[in-house]
C-alpha cells in the first residue's frame, strides 16, 4: 500500500487499479497458488488503489493524508476479503472470521499506517523527482 498510493496519485485510478491487482495475482502465484481467494482479493486491492486515486486526487502527498487512507484501505481491504472469504466459500463461521479478523487488521494496520507515514512520501517524490527528470539522448556519431 505504500507503493500503491503514491502511484494512484500520480497516475490515475487505472494504474492504481492493475498495480494492486496483479500485486495479488502474481503474489499468490508464488506462494499460495491460485483460487477463488486469489481473485476477490486481487479485485478487492485494485479497488484500494481506486479509492486512494479519488482519496488523494486533490490533496497533497504527505504523510498524514497517506496514513489517514491506508487505515480506511486497509480496514475496507481486511473487512471485504476477511469477512467474506471464510465464511462463503470455505464454510468457516462468521464469528470466528470476525474474530480472527480482529489482531490480523489490527497488526496490518499497524504495518500499513508505518510504511505509509515513512515510505510513501519518500516513494512520491522520487516519482515527482524521476518524472522531471529530462532524458538527454546523445546524437550518433558517425565514423
Known sequence: MSMQMPLAKMYGGLSAFVFGFMSIAVYDSFTAGLGVWTWISAVAYGLVGLGARTYLKNRSSNWKNYAIYAI??????????GLTLGPIF????????????????????LGNVSFAI??????????????????AVPETVRV
Open 72 to 81: 480506511i484501505g486497509t480496514i475496507s481491504f481486511d473487512a471485504l476479503t
Open 118 to 135: 515513512v515510505l510513501s512520501p519518500v516513494i512520491a517524490k522520487w516519482i515527482e523527482r524521476s518524472e522531471s527528470v529530462s532524458v
Open 90 to 109: 470455505f464454510g468457516q463461521a462468521f464469528i470466528m472470521a470476525l474474530l480472527g479478523q480482529i489482531p490480523f487488521t489490527a497488526i496490518h494496520l
